[in-house]
Every structure is written in structure tokens, then in C-alpha cells.
T-cell receptor
Framework: KNEVEQSPQNLTAQEGEFITINCSYS?????LHWLQQHPGGGIVSLFM???GKKKHGRLIATINIQEKHSSLHITASHPRDSAVYIC????????????FGQGTRLTINP | DAGVIQSPRHEVTEMGQEVTLRCKPI?????LFWYRQTMMRGLELLIY????????DSGMPEDRFSAKMPNASFSTLKIQPSEPRDSAVYFC?????????????FGPGTRLTVL
């Protein structure tokens, strides 16, 4: 079993829909990261969080440390949000190392 | 700031050849990471440096892979001899870590194809 599991693996939605991507992990962590990888291949860090909730524009990330679970939400989705979203954790042991989930491929149709 | 710079962006080589990938981290960052991404295995950490010193190379596949960071502004990842199974996208990332962790900034990646 992977230490970081994401669901769903693939998600297709219509423009304007509310999107939720889930991430569960099995190790103790010092932080959780959400990354975005566009079709061109570049990887951008969206959020790094260790508790509670963070918001940036239409993106919201939440984490529940007790349940070892995080969600990434996108409100009013747009075709330009189409990308692979990757959850990664910084384990308490070796916190600078990132352990990655397998990614969620999101496609937003106009 | 120009961000993390990687070169080359694409590399096509034949099996058995030596391949050298280069990375310039963001100025002021003290940690540097090399990752490999494949369809089968996703993103994997190969090695990371802190203050130019290799901290963890447990992800390096085998002795054919080596990485150096001679100074704070430059790192190389070398594969010798290369094999077709090394074909992947190799990312370099850097961060500033005053404590246990910091946000990582990724370079554009080098797409390596070994024929």
C-alpha cells in the first residue's frame, strides 16, 4: 500500500462545477503539499499546509491531521484548471523528503 | 528571479552513453532535490542536498547514477552508462529550509530518452 493515496485517479467535469480531490496518507507528517502539473509538464507548488485550511483564489486546501486526510477544492472550475494535481507529504522522519501520491488527472470541459 | 534552471530541456541518447543533467537552483535556497518522473512510478526522489552536502541518496537507482553539488548555485546528475529504462523526466527543485521543511520550487524538467 502506498504511503500517499489520492482519489479519484481521473476526474472529468463541466466548466463551473465544484471539484474535490482527496488525499490520504499513512505516515506522521510535518507538512502536506499540493502540486499542479500542467500538460506542458511544469510542476507548481499550490499549497503547503500543516493544519486547518488555506485559500488562494478559487483553490482551497484543507487538512485533518487526526484523520490523516487532505482535500483540494476548486470552485467555479475552468478549462484552464485541467492538469494533474499531486499530493505530497513531508514525513516527520526526514521532513525535507517529499513522498508523492500518484496524482489526479483533472479535465474540465467547456 | 529566474526560478530553477535546468539544462538541457530534452536529451536523446543511445544506450551506453554518458548523460549529464544540470541544475541551477534559486539564489539563496539551501536545499536542492533531484526527482525522476515516469508513467509507471510517478515522481520519485533520487537525492537531495542541504548546504551542498548530500543528505539522502537512498533513491538513487544504482551505481550508474551519481550527483554532485560543487557549490550553492550548481548541481549535476550523471548517468553512466545510460540504459533505455532510464528514460524519464528528471526534475530539479530547490527550497530554503530554516527548519525541517520549506516550499519546493521545481525546474521545468529534462526529458531524457535513451534509445
Amino acid at each position: 500500500k502506498n504511503e500517499v493515496e489520492q482519489s479519484p485517479q481521473n476526474l472529468t467535469a463541466q466548466e463551473g462545477e465544484f471539484i474535490t480531490i482527496n488525499c490520504s496518507y499513512s505516515v506522521g507528517i510535518s507538512a502536506l503539499h499540493w502540486l499542479q502539473q500542467h500538460p506542458g509538464g511544469g510542476i507548481v507548488s499550490l499549497f503547503m499546509l500543516s493544519s486547518g485550511k488555506k485559500k488562494h483564489g478559487r483553490l482551497i486546501a484543507t487538512i485533518n491531521i487526526q484523520e490523516k486526510h487532505s482535500s483540494l477544492h476548486i470552485t467555479a472550475s475552468h478549462p484552464r484548471d485541467s492538469a494533474v494535481y499531486i499530493c505530497a507529504v513531508s514525513p516527520i522522519q526526514g521532513a525535507q523528503k517529499l513522498v508523492f501520491g500518484q496524482g489526479t488527472r483533472l479535465t474540465i470541459n467547456p | 528571479d529566474a526560478g530553477v534552471i535546468q539544462s538541457p530541456r530534452h536529451e536523446v541518447t543511445e544506450m551506453g552513453q554518458e548523460v549529464t543533467l544540470r541544475c541551477k537552483p534559486i539564489s539563496g535556497h539551501n536545499s536542492l532535490f533531484w526527482y525522476r518522473q515516469t508513467m509507471m512510478r510517478g515522481l520519485e526522489l533520487l537525492i537531495y542536498f542541504n548546504n551542498n552536502v548530500p543528505i539522502d541518496d537512498s533513491g538513487m537507482p544504482e551505481d550508474r547514477f551519481s550527483a554532485k553539488m560543487p557549490n550553492a548555485s550548481f548541481s549535476t546528475l550523471k548517468i553512466q552508462p545510460s540504459e533505455p529504462r532510464d528514460s524519464a523526466v528528471y526534475f530539479c527543485a530547490s527550497s530554503f529550509s530554516a527548519g525541517a521543511f520549506g516550499e519546493q520550487f521545481f525546474g521545468p524538467g529534462t526529458r531524457l530518452t535513451v534509445l
